[in-house]
C-alpha cells in the first residue's frame, strides 16, 4: 500500500463515492459543486490536499484531506515562532473496505508524510467516530464541551459596539491577544472566510437566509460566527472575551442574529480561558459534545500539547 496525492479527477471521483456520507441535505449535483468551491477557496488552494491510500494496482482504499494551518511554537523566554500545523478532514473507507485497517494505515503513513514538511508544527483532526481509531496512530484527545443558548428577538447591534462584517475579518483577528502558552493553533482571516463560503453554498443551495453579520465587537472583546447551514445552527468560530460581561453582551448578539436567520440554536466550543465567563452567561447550559472531538499529535520535538489546549470552532475542517 502507498499515500500519493489526488488528481482533480480523482477528488472529483472521491466526491461522488463520499456524497452518502456528508452530502445531503444538498443533491449529488450540489455536493459536488460544494466541494469545488471549497477546493477552489483562497484558504484551501493555499494549503489543502486530498491524499490517497492505494493498492498496488492503484486502487483507492482510503482517503483523506488536510489543511495546513498556522500554529505557534514559543521556545522559552523568545517571541512565538510561527510554523505550519494541519488539520485533517474527511477521512472515508467505503463500507465494501472497512474493517481492513486501512484508515489506521493511511493515517500512519500521512503522519509521516507531514512530518516531512519544512516547518510542521502538529497535525489535528476532529473526530466523529470516537478516539480508539485514532490513538491507535499516535493522536490523543484534549477535552470537548459545548455551550448552548436559544436565539432571542431583539435588534443584534443593541448592547455591543459593532457588528461585523466579510470585509472586518483581518481587524477582527488582529484585536485578539496572543496566548501565552508553548504552542497554539491561530487561525487566519482566510481560514474564516473558508467557512463563510460554506454559509453562502448551503444559503444558496438550499434558499436559507443567512446571518446579517457574522461577528460584533464590545470593548476589546470580539465574537465571529457563521451559520452551519446543513443544521441551521449558529456557531461560534472565535470568541475572545476579556469579561463575563463582555461574553454575555456578544453572545447576546449572536442569539439575536440566530433568531434573525431562523437557527435551532447557537454553539460554542468551550475553551480553558472562555468557560468560566460563559458559566455566569444566562441561559447558557452546558454537555459534552457527541462528535467533532478535537485529537492532536506532534509533528516535531518541543511540541507540547496540553489538555487545555485552546482549539477554536474555526480550527474545524
Request: hydrophobic share 45%; glycine share 8%; aromatic share 8%.
Amino acid at each position: 500500500m502507498r499515500l500519493v496525492l489526488a488528481t482533480d479527477a480523482q477528488k472529483t471521483e472521491r466526491d461522488a463515492v463520499t456524497y452518502v456520507e456528508w452530502g445531503p441535505p444538498l443533491t449529488r449535483e450540489g455536493y459536488a459543486a460544494r466541494e469545488q468551491r471549497l477546493r477552489a477557496h483562497p484558504w484551501a488552494r493555499a494549503g489543502m490536499q486530498t491524499w490517497l491510500l492505494c493498492d498496488e494496482a492503484g486502487g483507492v482504499l482510503a482517503s483523506c484531506e488536510t489543511f495546513r494551518t498556522r500554529s505557534l511554537l514559543r521556545a522559552g523566554e523568545g517571541p512565538p515562532v510561527p510554523g505550519d500545523s494541519f488539520a485533517i478532514a474527511s477521512v472515508f473507507t467505503e463500507e465494501r473496505l472497512r474493517g481492513h485497517g486501512y484508515a489506521t494505515r493511511m493515517m500512519d503513513l500521512l503522519v509521516t508524510e507531514l512530518r516531512r514538511a519544512p516547518h510542521a508544527q502538529a497535525a489535528l483532526l476532529f473526530s466523529d467516530v470516537g478516539v480508539p481509531l485514532y490513538r491507535r496512530s499516535g493522536y490523543r484527545e484534549v477535552p470537548a464541551w459545548n455551550w448552548t443558548l436559544a436565539p432571542e428577538p431583539g435588534d443584534p447591534a443593541a448592547l455591543v459596539e459593532g457588528l461585523l462584517g466579510e470585509t472586518d475579518l483581518e481587524r477582527a483577528l488582529a484585536r485578539a491577544r496572543a496566548p501565552e502558552r508553548p504552542f497554539s493553533l491561530w487561525p487566519t482571516a482566510a481560514q474564516v472566510d473558508w467557512h463563510l463560503e460554506r454559509e453562502r453554498i448551503y444559503s444558496e443551495q438550499l434558499g436559507r437566509p443567512r446571518p446579517e453579520a457574522c461577528g460584533a465587537t464590545v470593548g476589546g472583546s470580539t465574537a465571529l460566527w457563521t451559520l452551519m447551514g446543513r443544521y441551521g445552527v449558529l456557531v461560534l468560530l472565535w470568541l475572545d472575551a476579556r469579561s463575563a460581561q463582555d461574553a454575555a453582551a456578544l453572545l447576546g448578539a449572536a442569539q439575536r442574529v440566530a433568531h434573525r436567520a431562523g437557527a435551532s440554536r447557537v454553539e460554542v466550543w468551550e475553551e480553558p480561558d472562555t468557560a468560566p465567563l460563559l458559566a455566569r452567561v444566562p441561559g447558557a447550559t452546558r454537555g459534552p459534545r457527541d462528535g467533532s472531538l478535537p485529537m492532536l499529535q506532534a509533528l516535531r520535538p518541543g511540541v507540547l500539547l496540553s489538555e487545555d489546549l485552546p482549539i477554536a470552532r474555526a480550527l474545524w475542517v
